[in-house]
């Protein structure tokens, strides 16, 4: 089982990789932003109460995200590994996140790190807002979800540095040379 964390801030090309690694390694993805948008799209209990969060541009808190990430990682139990996209993305979040994997006899094997600037970021953002309509990916919002990242989320990669999982592959570039390095990243690893 090999179990990779894709990590960047909003805009950094997370989900294009994802898309791009789970058709090469053939991984589930364990996404808590399409979870989160599914589960609002289909209103549920769940969807409601994320949906409010999202709205206001906070981060879903770490019981609701790690439940429903349980749940993704039980019903995907025939996966040859993950790739956890947008989580974790607090440190509680990746030792609860590690102490789950122990639990199964695994461990998170990679955390590949997206470097992207600021100005990148809002440049996608605008792009995909224009595009998708995306709630999230309003200005307003965006502001929030850019300082979330670089005022805590960021605070998770050296918790996976001194373990050295880490491998930061800069995310500004043709989408296709960028998957190139990711791949050797992951064969490195596997």
Request: glycine letters at 8%.
């Amino acid at each position: 089982m090999f179990n990779l964390v894709i990590f960047g801030p909003p805009g950094a090309g997370k989900g294009t990789q994802s898309d791009k690694i789970i058709a090469k390694y053939n991984l589930a993805h364990c996404s808590t932003g399409d979870m989160f948008r599914m589960h609002v799209s289909n209103q549920t209990e769940l969807g409601r109460k994320v949906k409010e969060i999202m709205d206001s541009g906070q981060l879903v808190p770490d019981s609701i995200t790690i439940e429903m990430l349980e749940d993704a990682v039980q019903r995907n139990k025939d996966a040859t590994g993950f790739i956890y996209d947008g989580f974790p993305r607090t440190v509680p979040q990746a030792e609860a996140l590690d102490k789950f994997l122990a639990d199964k006899g695994q461990q998170i094997d990679l955390v590949l790190q997206l470097d992207v600037t600021e100005e990148e970021i809002k440049h996608r953002i605008a792009e995909r807002q224009k595009i998708s309509g995306r709630a999230d990916d309003d200005a307003s919002k965006l502001i929030k979800r850019i300082d979330e990242y670089f005022n805590k989320t960021i605070h998770v990669l050296p918790y996976y540095q001194s373990q050295g999982k880490v491998v930061k592959i800069n995310g500004i570039g043709e989408i296709e040379a960028i998957f190139g390095i990711i791949c050797a990243a992951i064969d490195a690893k596997i």
